[in-house]
């Protein structure tokens, strides 16, 4: 029997060019890198034999993996990892987002603002920004802020991008600068702190592993809206060819503000996460948090050209991310290190695309 199949018009499927999932070679690099930590703890001397993610000896959690170490890692890389979901979508339509840093950071002093108490160890919030009658609010009220702060910076990110013809970069770089002055305006540039208990949950809740639970939850949804609804099918087809999905019949613009106001409202949520958990709210907030979610995106695979990716290699990008964040400090090297190697890991990844679609091309 031949071992080439036919189908419809005598196209022949020939096996040696199975597309190999991209989030496959994701998880491989993971692998590795964690092997590659680990064989470090054991040859280096000063490390004497330590583990980044196994415990042998003590066996504390009845497991053989650092509990500790581990939700160390998935911790760090689970609020950025929020606004990396975001800037997932926005790269696979072709655009890329600049701002949610500088979101996170009025985000959080606004949604600060309305999640105050009125006493603090008995005596009037020293920290306060309004009256009386805005404290001890429902914790609804600084989730709906929150959300409401997020929605209008990515609407205008949004509105600028597809109805003004302004690259992306520029738009989104406007609203970078605009957001954190906001951030810095609301308050004169004073810290904002002492919310309520049930605001305090939001990021400290389930014995700290609510951050996570969040990031897991939001990855999740847009994975499935992302591979299996129109919204999904539109963004990757924009992407891919703006024109001829403007030509199918898709609303090109209506879409792309839709999936900015989308991230924005995700950097609002990542910004929610991080004020819940920190207990405090400072217009510095999210410093550099939009290029560590691109870096993000684009280690786990996510084109920079557009049309390609998947929330499933963001995910396992930000694994990668923490785990070398971690894995620096774990053989104590100094913290300047990390940023130099954020750099190399996100100008390789994009040499990788490059290198990826050339091939993907000249086997078409």
């Keep these: 029997m031949s071992e080439t199949s036919h189908g419809i018009g005598g196209l022949s499927f020939d ?66 990892g929020i606004i990396a979901i ?50 001890d ?21 949004g509105l600028l991008v597809a109805y003004t013809r302004i690259p992306p970069f520029i738009a989104t770089l406007g609203m970078m600068v605009a ?38 939850g939001l990855a999740i949804l847009f994975h499935f809206i992302l591979k299996y609804t129109v919204y999904g099918k539109h963004t990757y087809a924009i992407g891919s060819n703006e024109d001829a999905a403007r030509m199918s019949g898709i609303k090109v613009d209506r879409h792309k503000v839709l999936v900015y106001t989308i991230a924005g409202i995700l950097a609002g949520l990542s910004a929610l996460v991080l004020a819940s958990k920190n207990l405090t709210a400072q217009a510095g907030m999210g410093v550099m948090y939009e290029l560590d979610a691109i870096a993000m995106t684009v280690i786990g695979g996510v084109s920079l050209a557009g049309g390609r990716g998947s929330i499933v290699g963001t995910v396992l990008g930000a694994l990668i991310f923490g785990v070398i964040i971690s894995g620096f400090t774990y053989l104590r090297l100094d913290a300047y290190y990390q940023e130099m190697v954020k750099g190399i890991i996100i100008v390789a990844a994009v040499v990788l695309d490059q290198w990826r679609r050339q091939r993907a091309a000249a086997r078409a």
């Design 15 to 80: 096996a040696k060019k199975r597309a190999w999932p991209n989030e496959m070679n994701v998880f491989i690099a993971l692998i590795a890198i964690i092997v590659i930590f680990e064989i470090l703890g054991q040859v280096l001397p000063y490390m004497k034999g330590q583990s980044l993610l196994f415990d042998f000896n003590t066996n504390r959690d009845g497991t053989i993996l650092n509990m500790v170490r581990l939700k160390i890692i998935i911790l760090q890389v689970s609020i950025i």
């Design 179 to 216: 957001a954190r002055g906001a951030a810095k305006w609301w308050s004169k540039g004073q810290p904002i702190s002492f919310p309520t208990e049930p605001f305090g949950a939001i990021g400290n809740g389930m014995s700290g592993w609510s951050p996570v639970v969040i990031f897991i």
């Design 86 to 135: 975001g800037s997932t979508q926005v790269i696979i339509s072709g655009g890329i987002d600049l701002s949610p840093g500088s979101i996170v950071g009025l985000t959080a002093m606004v949604a600060m603002s309305f999640a105050q108490t009125a006493l603090v160890n008995g005596n009037p919030n020293p920290k306060a920004i309004f009256g009386e009658a805005w404290m």
């Design 137 to 157: 609010l429902p914790v609804i009220v600084p989730i709906v802020v929150a959300i409401a702060v997020g929605t209008f910076a990515g609407l205008v990110n």
